[in-house]
């Protein structure tokens, strides 16, 4: 398993603002095999340098630790079906995963143990502290998969699709890097259409059949046994 070294002196990122954060971070109770992989796996699985309070400056990232890969991330992966498969099948790239949920960390690192992957590390918290410390340009594609709808109007601002979250993605990623948005919720694809070219991307498609490479995810499943229909958008960063 692969291991961030410690982050470097200098620093290009902004500076940290308050803010709040939204969303569950505890569910079930854990199973006893939940548990072992948190104690045993998480540690070495966890990308260093990025918490707030283990880098107060906000140093920006060394990203050696990808070996000169391309370097993908996602967004909330819930349980981790789609990262670990795209790990999988992507060896020749490394991806960062970031998700504050505990049990949906557990259920992947039980997926990553199983599968013996080395190109992948894991954030266990806020992307936006991941986003402050990544250095610009560094990323070639991002997953957004059925983010958390926040349905309620007065609750749209929290969603992830707003100027917050990706001023702060369109800054990590390359020239015509790929962001890729699923949702099943159809005011998720109206915001997304509305506000992901604001902040410097072009919507290049968007199309209720998935990407060739897609890996379902139960959240997809959990849309199609209640007859939502799924929408898959594609944005590319503009130069």
């Known amino acids: 398993m692969s291991e961030a070294p410690s ?85 020749d790239v490394f991806l960062i995963g970031a998700e504050p949920f505990v049990n949906g960390l557990a259920m992947l690192l039980g997926k990553v143990r199983t599968a013996g992957l080395s190109n ?11 986003f402050e410390v990544l250095p610009e ?32 993605l369109a800054r990590v990623m390359a020239r015509g890097a790929e962001f890729r948005v699923a949702t099943d919720i159809p005011d998720y694809v109206r915001q997304t259409r509305d506000e992901v070219p604001k902040s410097g991307f072009e919507l290049t498609n968007a199309a209720s059949t998935p990407w060739p490479d897609w890996v379902s995810t139960r959240y997809e499943l959990k849309a199609l046994r209640e007859g939502r229909e799924p929408h898959y958008l594609t944005f590319l960063r503009k130069g």
């Not at 992948?120 to 991941?130: E, F, I, N």
Request: glycine residues 12%; charged residues 25%.
């Open 137 to 168: 340009g560094c990323a070639q594609k991002c997953f957004l998969n059925y983010p958390d709808p926040w349905p309620k109007t007065r609750h749209h601002r929290r969603r992830f699709v707003t100027p917050g979250y990706l001023g702060a």
């Open 7 to 91: 982050p470097p002196d200098q620093s290009s990122a902004p500076a940290p603002e308050r803010r709040n954060f939204y969303g569950r971070i505890r569910g079930k109770t854990l199973r006893a095999s939940q548990k072992d992989y948190l104690a045993n796996d998480l540690g070495p699985l966890t990308l260093r340098g990025v918490g707030r309070k283990e880098n107060a400056a906000r140093t920006a990232l060394d990203v050696s630790f990808a070996g000169g890969r391309p370097l993908w991330l996602e967004v909330g992966f819930g349980g981790g079906e789609h990262l670990v498969q795209m790990a999988a099948a992507n060896p």
């Open 120 to 130: 992948l590390l894991l954030y266990p918290g806020d992307v936006r502290d991941l």
